[in-house]
């Protein structure tokens, strides 16, 4: 499964929250609260998604250096297919 392209999708909704957390930050008062529970139910979605991100950049790492690792025993045992 190829999560990248998350990537900009994850990298926008973090931006809107720290917009937004900055904003908050800033003018507490100005929030109300009804917003304020919006604002931390998106921050925790934004965690979520940049956790599930990196794991899933973790397994593509892991992905091509199997890959990586396969083709060059191929090479260096001299049992290409392609040849």
Same mark, same amino acid.
């Given at each position: 499964m190829d999560f990248t392209p &998350?990537? @900009?999708?994850? +990298?926008? +909704?973090a931006f809107t929250v720290l917009r937004l957390a900055k904003l908050r930050a800033s003018h507490p008062e100005a929030l @109300? $609260? +009804?917003s304020a529970a919006r604002l931390?139910? &998106?921050e925790h979605d934004v965690q979520a998604l940049q956790q599930e991100l990196a794991e899933t950049q973790e397994r593509l790492d892991f992905a091509e250096r199997l890959l990586s690792t396969a083709r060059d025993e191929g090479r260096i045992g $001299?049992?290409?297919?392609?040849t």
């Open positions: &998350l990537i @900009p999708i994850v +990298a926008i +909704a @109300p $609260g +009804a931390e139910a &998106l $001299g049992h290409r297919s392609d």
